[in-house]
T-cell receptor, first 113, second 107 residues
Framework: DTAVSQTPKYLVTQMGNDKSIKCEQN?????MYWYKQDSKKFLKIMFSYNNKELIINETVPNRFSPKSPDKAHLNLHINSLELGDSAVYFC????????????FGPGTRLTVT | GIQVEQSPPDLILQEGANSTLRCNFS?????LQWFHQNPWGQLINLFY?????KQNGRLSATTVATERYSLLYISSSQTTDSGVYFCAVDSNYQLIWGAGTKLIIKP
């Protein structure tokens, strides 16, 4: 069974479109995250979220928004896609705070043309 | 904010060799994690090690929190060890990541 899953694995779209990436975890964790990995492999936290608090990295444009229908899901919605949004996006989860071990999904490679 | 530096940036070894990867951080941290990103992009949690030493098979890690560094040891390297190794530290309830060490194990 996949612990943290993401769909789609690949996403190719044009500038200006709106897209969503879905994430689900079956680990029973209560905190989920979205990370962006750029072409140089640098990983940067975008959001961390549990049912009590959303922590947003201040450098993330407000075109990006996390949406959580329940504890097991944290989707990433992106409006008005730009070329610079091309990257690999990872979802992760942990039990409790980010100070606990984090488990990652397989990533979604987003290409904006 | 806290800075995380990893060394070396790149490492090429023959199968069977041993290696040591280093992670330095600029401030005290509450936890430190080591991850392996394999050539297919999957990120795998190797160690959760805020202090002390842990071992898992051919891999072990040591964190000396008072001196602000952690070491990841890989013994008897295999080609499947290839990939990028990241350390990440907790700062203000968010993980801050190093730039990684790219390891290539040649058969």
């Amino acid at each position: 069974d996949t612990a943290v899953s993401q769909t789609p694995k690949y996403l190719v779209t044009q500038m200006g479109n709106d897209k969503s990436i879905k994430c689900e975890q079956n680990l029973g964790h209560d905190t989920m995250y979205w990370y962006k990995q750029d072409s140089k492999k640098f990983l940067k936290i975008m959001f961390s979220y549990n049912n009590k608090e959303l922590i947003i990295n201040e450098t993330v444009p407000n075109r990006f928004s996390p949406k959580s229908p329940d504890k097991a899901h944290l989707n990433l919605h992106i409006n008005s896609l730009e070329l610079g949004d091309s990257a690999v996006y990872f979802c992760a989860s942990s039990h409790g705070t980010p100070r606990r071990e984090q488990y990652f999904g397989p990533g979604t490679r987003l290409t904006v043309t | 904010g806290i800075q995380v530096e990893q060394s070396p940036p790149d490492l090429i070894l023959q199968e069977g060799a041993n290696s040591t990867l280093r992670c330095n951080f600029s401030d005290s941290v509450n936890n430190l994690q080591w991850f392996h990103q394999n050539p297919w992009g999957q990120l795998i949690n190797l160690f959760y090690i805020p202090s002390g030493t842990k071992q898992n098979g051919r891999l072990s890690a040591t964190t000396v929190a008072t001196e602000r560094y952690s070491l990841l040891y890989i013994s008897s390297s295999q080609t499947t060890d290839s990939g990028v190794y990241f350390c990440a530290v907790d700062s203000n309830y968010q993980l801050i990541w190093g730039a990684g060490t790219k390891l290539i194990i040649k058969p």
